[in-house]
């Protein structure tokens, strides 16, 4: 890391613990988490005022008000609130990404996750250090496959908890993390028993493709943060900061573009035999793109959602982008007799993206947000240099330089202007 990012992330290290770590508000999420009783994105002072006006008969009630979870809002939970706020809180009471309510002693220590994806949030967070186990997806992903392996190699010795769908009581006992990170993969009534048996809270981290909505990256970053320590969450401020430089850096270029102008874009991949794409990639919408496949809602296969060809073809995409971890090529696309009517067939704008592959990642999906900008309006973004953006993006996120140019020499086929 150069000398000027380290000097500027003390600057931000500093501004956080001056500010007693109080981020932005104005995101459109609910951080749900006990004590976030005015129900926006953060737990601030403004959760005090609001209490009080509950408490004052001003305010209507509210699910998070109730700050410990005991079932009466009173002065209690005042005092809980301010502990949280000031990082000095024991325990912690959040809703989790599938819906799950779980009390967890604070700050964590030990961390195993059974999937790359939590793994990766963990990471960005600067906590790889609290992880003590973790699933077997991981152990057998490629290290040239992941940045956290990469990086990390270390943790692929780490001890096997088993795998999602059957996570092993007896390895989980002997690691004692406190807290086990699972996905969508892992069943509610399994989480439940394994949490039972091991005395292990269990935390399902789905970070879905979007960055400031309902459970994305902004979400995520700070829930995890809440209950690692106050470290992260600085960490958790200084990457929503990132971010929001880099997608403001966009959209005020694509502010511009009208909407008859924006090309429309698919995301397809396969699983299976079945072709399946994502109604909800942020990425898309933030470099300028419409979504074909916006507000469709087909039957789901692992949060995808299965498409037909006769859809792909009234469709008709400018633009179509392959995610480079399926069995889905670019080949099969072109040379289909059924999409050579296309337009994005017939212009050759049919590209591979990182997408879902190694599970969907922030850091990756805000590359993808200048990668698609210049697909989408190359003349628009003609001076963006992707490549060298990408890996500082990458390098804030995990370290290391030139990780962009490893990714692409590692099989992810992107499209390059060098």
């Not at 600057?11 to 926006?40: H, K, W």
């Not at 604070?106 to 992880?131: C, F, N, R, W, Y």
């Not at 943790?155 to 996905?183: F, H, M, R, W, Y």
Request: hydrophobic residues 40%; aromatic residues 8%.
């Amino acid at each position: 890391m150069t000398q000027m990012k380290i000097v500027l992330r003390m600057v931000v290290f500093l501004t956080c613990m001056f500010l007693a770590c109080i981020p932005v508000s104005g995101y459109e999420f609910t951080l749900n988490v006990y004590g976030n009783a005015n129900m926006d994105d953060i737990i601030d002072e403004n959760d005090i005022s609001f209490l009080h006006g509950i408490l004052d008969g001003t305010k209507e009630k509210t699910l998070f008000a109730d700050a410990n979870n005991d079932g009466i809002i009173n002065e209690d939970d005042l005092t809980r609130i301010k502990a949280i706020i000031t990082g000095d809180e024991d325990s912690l009471t959040i809703i989790d990404h599938e819906g799950v309510t779980v009390t967890v002693d604070i700050p964590v220590q030990t961390i195993a996750p059974l999937m790359l994806s939590p793994l990766q949030i963990v990471t960005h967070l600067g906590a790889e250090d609290k992880v003590v186990a973790v699933g077997n997806n991981i152990k057998l992903m490629g290290e040239n496959k992941s940045f956290v392996l990469h990086e990390h190699p270390e943790l692929k010795n780490l001890p096997d908890i088993g795998t999602t769908t059957d996570p092993s009581t007896e390895a989980i006992i002997q690691a004692n993390p406190d807290v086990i990170l699972g996905t969508i993969h892992t069943g509610k009534e399994i989480s439940q028993i394994v949490s039972q048996n091991t005395k292990s809270s269990f935390l399902y981290i789905n970070p879905n493709e979007s960055f400031e909505g309902e459970g994305g990256a902004y979400e995520i970053w700070r829930k995890l943060a809440l209950i690692l320590g106050n470290d992260e969450r600085y960490r958790a401020e200084e990457l929503i900061q990132i971010c929001n430089d880099k997608i403001s850096d966009i959209e005020k270029k694509t502010s511009t573009i009208t909407e008859s102008d924006k090309p429309k874009v698919l995301l397809v991949s396969a699983i299976g035999d079945s072709l399946v794409t994502s109604s909800t990639y942020e990425p898309i919408t933030i470099a300028g793109g419409i979504n074909v496949a916006d507000g469709i809602h087909t039957n789901n296969i692992h949060g995808m959602d299965v498409i037909a060809i006769e859809q792909i073809i009234a469709w008709n995409p400018d633009v179509i982008l392959v995610h480079s971890g399926s069995s889905l090529t670019i080949e099969k696309i072109v040379s289909d007799p059924n999409f050579k009517s296309l337009n994005a067939v017939k212009n050759n704008r049919v590209y591979y993206t990182k997408a879902w592959f190694t599970g969907w990642d922030p850091a990756t999906g805000l590359c993808e947000c200048l990668y698609f900008a210049k697909l989408f309006n190359p003349d628009k973004f003609s001076d963006l240099n992707v490549e060298n953006n990408c890996n500082e993006i990458l390098e804030e996120f995990y370290g290391d330089s030139g990780l962009y140019d490893w990714m692409l020499k590692n099989g992810y086929n992107l499209y390059t202007w060098k």
